[in-house]
């Protein structure tokens, strides 16, 4: 069945309307035990039941929110009924503000929104500039050598450049670089770890404690006034609010420092690489966005923006976003009681065919050309919605179009193979390398 547009009215008690229709045990046991991904799962579960679905994970139903208004109601309307517990990812980012909630994540978004909306955005431009001008300059030594490349490798490299230059204030070494792929371990083991057990805490316990040692250098020297050639960066915004602040401790520091690491270069490499992908299958698309205008130009800009905008859709940063109910409630027309467990799944609303026509298709023009894309508030949720929508949106999109204005023009990319498919952890994420060889475009590279 189709997702509706718009929820049903909500009635004035919710316990006048029915409960969530669910999901035939056989079809979770079918999906148990062929082994499939949880996507497949909550694919057939949509597809059957609508945009508000129950499907039983364990012991109780949890809610699958796939109708974009129902997810604006939980994410944006009712931020305070529909609230976050924990996050898949604690291990890693400990207290920092992806998992913090209540009043302390209240107060830890405060500290670091404004450095990444207005003013604070304009600090980073020199430090994204300088990362994506170090990216191209290696693709070029690429270009003469004929050196294969991975892509995927290429993408993780220049993210984390760019947000450790902006935490620092210091372009990226590579003995960092190379301690640092301890983050990606982590992230690419979480799925299969037992939840908040010491187990789990021992199978990556050498990859924490790298992370935790680069934390703790990076802290000591921005805490020594060591600032980069572009200034002091979000480490000492930080340190900063230690001084006023007693629960910002050495330990909340380098929560918040490894929270900015995985957020601001995980999703970001995923995208870009996702991308390239697309443009194997689209190299159209890639000449469009570079004809719509000349170098620098407002037009190539929305152009390229468009390329990551789509890619988006398909691959959304947050491609499910778990939320847990306080209170009664109604979505979607359906009862939905104190104590659910929901799951919103952007991914899904992202792949409707009532929504996005063709679902499927890399089609950017979808975000130039008006009308190709729904007008249906909470049908486009790539970063989440409300107030714990990502707070690096602005600077992932901006890093992402800067790199790609850089590379695209400059430089074709022949795949050599590809993944076979996604892996749905934290992100989702190519399942597999992606090599390729560069070749300079002529008069660009």
Known sequence: MATQASPAPVPPNPSGAPPVPEADPALVERWRSGGADLVDLLTQVRQRLGGVAAVRLGPDPTVLVTDPAAALRVLAQRPDQYVKRSHRARLLIGDGVLAATGEAWKQQRRVL????????????????????????????????????????????GFALDTIWRSLTGHPLDAGTERELASVGTVVAALPTLPVGTPGAQQAVAADLARIDAVAARAIEAARDGSAGPDGP????????????????????????????????????????????????????????????GG????????????????????????????????????????????????????????????????????????????????????SYLPFGLGPRACLGLQFALRESVVLLEHLLPAYGVELHSVPAGAAYGITVRPDGPTPATLTAVAGQG
Do not use: K, N
């Open 295 to 378: 170098e620098g130009s407002p037009e190539r800009r929305e152009a390229v923006q468009a390329l990551v905008s789509e890619t988006l859709r398909l691959y959304p940063s947050a491609w499910v976003l778990p939320r847990h109910a306080t209170e009664d409630d109604v979505l979607g027309g359906y009862r939905v009681e104190a104590g659910t467990d929901l799951l919103v799944c952007p991914y899904l609303t992202h792949r409707d065919p009532a929504l996005w026509p063709d679902p499927e298709r890399f089609d950017p023009a979808r975000f130039t050309t008006a009308g190709l894309r729904p007008a249906v508030p909470g």
């Open 113 to 156: 929104q404004a450095q990444f909306t207005g003013t604070g955005m304009r600090r980073h431009e020199q430090r994204i500039e300088a990362a994506a001008r170090r990216t191209a300059e290696r693709w070029a030594g690429h270009a003469r050598t004929g050196q294969p490349v991975d892509i995927g490798l290429e993408m993780r």
């Open 233 to 292: 960066g979000l480490l000492h915004v930080l340190l900063d609010a230690a001084a006023e602040r007693p629960e910002y401790t050495d330990r909340l520091i380098r929560d918040e420092l490894v929270t900015l690491l995985v957020a601001g270069h995980e999703t970001t490499a995923s995208t870009l690489t996702w991308l390239y992908l697309l443009l194997d299958r689209r190299p159209e698309a890639r000449g469009r966005a570079l004809a719509a």
